[in-house]
């Protein structure tokens, strides 16, 4: 499979704990994007990296929330100190640099759901 | 900052009928992205079609064309003969030509569901 894959699917948690999700993009893609997805609402972008560069976050993205893409690979969102309001969808998206290269691939998600 | 709004929370067709699902948006910019994303119960998103503001022909994929008003800030997603795998929720989403502006902005969704 060659899409873009997170890890894990659903992760239960209790409010106040820390949690981290696993994004791979597509193999030869060098833009790697987070949104996170509520309930009968469409994605809000978070943040975007280029490489291992983050060029872009949303004030969404508050300062319990931090997203790495140390080697320009595979890209981490960590959630500290969790709240009941982090319980969402989270969609990891990739896509290439190339001209013409718009279209950005989802991954399947990680549920979050914070007790 | 640009907005995608989607009226219709949800939309029914028969299959092998047409539906027309409505999207507007708004932004001060001339050049964008427009694009519909389908998102099946419990599968990932995928793209469906998409239009490049500055073309004004409407982009047609098989079975799947959008009627792109740039004047009125429209861009509705026409599905000719559907069928019963296109249930999912669809997406409208705005992505600006803006160098270094890489997000796309999501309208609300609509879900499709289809008749047999």
């Known amino acids: 499979d060659t899409g873009v894959s997170q890890d894990p699917r659903h992760k239960i948690t209790k409010r106040g704990q820390n949690v981290t999700f696993r994004c791979d993009p597509i193999s030869e893609h060098n833009r790697l994007y987070w949104y996170r997805q509520t309930l009968g609402q469409g994605p809000e972008f978070l943040t975007y990296f280029q490489n291992e560069a983050q060029l872009e976050k949303s004030r969404l993205l508050s300062d319990r929330f931090s997203a790495e893409r140390p080697k320009g690979s595979f890209s981490t969102l960590e959630i500290q100190r969790t709240e009941q309001g982090d319980s969402a969808m989270y969609l990891c998206?990739?896509?290439?640099?190339?001209?013409?290269?718009?279209?950005?691939?989802f991954g399947p998600g990680t549920r979050l759901t914070v007790l | 900052a640009q907005t995608v709004t989607q009226s219709q929370p949800e939309m029914s067709v028969q299959e092998a009928e047409t539906v027309t699902l409505s999207c507007t948006y708004d932004?001060?910019?001339?050049?964008?992205?427009l694009f519909w994303y389908k998102q099946p119960p419990s599968r990932q998103m995928i793209l469906v079609i998409r239009q490049e503001a500055y073309k004004q022909q409407n982009a047609t994929e098989n079975r799947f064309s959008v009627n792109f008003q740039k004047a009125a800030k429209s861009f509705s997603l026409k599905i000719s003969d559907s069928q019963l795998g296109d249930a999912a929720m669809y997406f409208c989403?705005?992505?600006?030509?803006?160098?270094?502006?890489?997000?796309?902005?999501f309208g609300q969704g609509t879900r499709l569901t289809i008749n047999p």
């Open positions: 989403a705005y992505r600006s030509e803006f160098q270094g502006a890489q997000k796309l902005v």
């Open positions: 998206a990739s896509s290439s640099g190339l001209a013409g290269g718009h279209e950005q691939f």
């Open positions: 932004t001060s910019e001339s050049d964008y992205y």
